[in-house]
């Protein structure tokens, strides 16, 4: 089955600039999570979806935000962007319920956003 | 969820066993481990996880110790397309989907 689609897969914005990156999980697959890579902070989590209620958020500015549609398809906005952020944005998806609750967590191939 | 500590770099032969420790002194009874890497310029992969049972699977081994202070996460017959960045992470099942994947271990595997 296909993997986690991740969309534009390269972007190239303006700082003070908006950028809405979007993510398709696996099929039946709910909960999508995002996270930032940059050189320097490495990975790090910005929020999780599920049930299109954001259910867990990270340490970042509210310049940040993300929603889910009613098909778990995802998107996350960056408003007045700044250049440090620029950066790979990951999106992940994993199954839900209680037999899947180990289960790990399948990425995709991100988007790279650079901001000039 | 508890934090890991991996040594920053490695080398192995082609063909060798890569052997990649990790610390996790303070990790819960609740908390699973889970391994992911990532090949360069791609999202991370999953590729194992456990409680406290030793776990194997088609792409690895994980070697979890009695007391669960460490693991170790074995790939039998690495291969060229085994270099990426390995990350150890603890969780605790059902706990926030905020993974933290910490700096991880760079293995390279050499011809």
């Known amino acids: 089955k296909a993997g986690v689609t991740q969309t534009p897969r390269y972007l190239i914005k303006t700082r003070g600039q908006q950028v809405t990156l979007s993510c398709s999980p696996i099929?039946?697959?709910?909960?999508v999570s995002w996270y930032q890579q940059t050189p320097g902070q490495g990975l790090q989590f910005l929020f999780e979806?599920?049930?299109?209620?954001?259910?867990n958020k990270g340490n970042f500015p509210g310049r940040f935000s993300g929603r889910q549609f009613s098909n778990s398809r995802s998107e996350m906005n960056v408003s007045t962007l700044e250049l440090g952020d620029s950066a790979l944005y990951l999106c992940?998806?994993?199954?839900?319920?209680?037999?899947?609750?180990?289960?790990?967590?399948?990425f995709g191939s991100g988007t790279r956003l650079t901001v000039v | 969820d508890a934090k890991t500590t991996q040594p920053p770099s490695m080398d192995c032969a082609e063909g060798r066993a890569a052997n990649l420790p990790c610390n996790h002194s303070?990790?819960?009874?609740?908390?699973?481990v889970y391994w992911y890497r990532q090949i360069h310029s791609q999202g991370p992969q999953y590729i194992i996880h456990?409680?406290?049972n030793n776990e194997t699977n088609e792409m690895a081994s994980l070697i979890i110790t009695e007391d669960r202070k460490s693991s170790t996460l074995i790939l039998p017959h690495a291969t060229l397309r085994d270099t990426a960045v390995y990350y150890c992470?603890?969780?605790?099942?059902?706990?926030?989907?905020?993974?933290?994947f910490g700096t991880g271990t760079r293995l390279t595997v050499i011809p």
């Open positions: 992940a998806s994993r199954q839900t319920g209680a037999s899947f609750s180990n289960y790990g967590y399948t």
């Open positions: 099929s039946g697959h709910r909960s």
């Open positions: 979806y599920f049930s299109e209620t954001q259910r």
């Open positions: 303070t990790i819960s009874g609740n908390e699973y």
């Open positions: 456990g409680l406290k």
């Open positions: 992470i603890v969780r605790v099942s059902n706990g926030a989907n905020n993974l933290f």
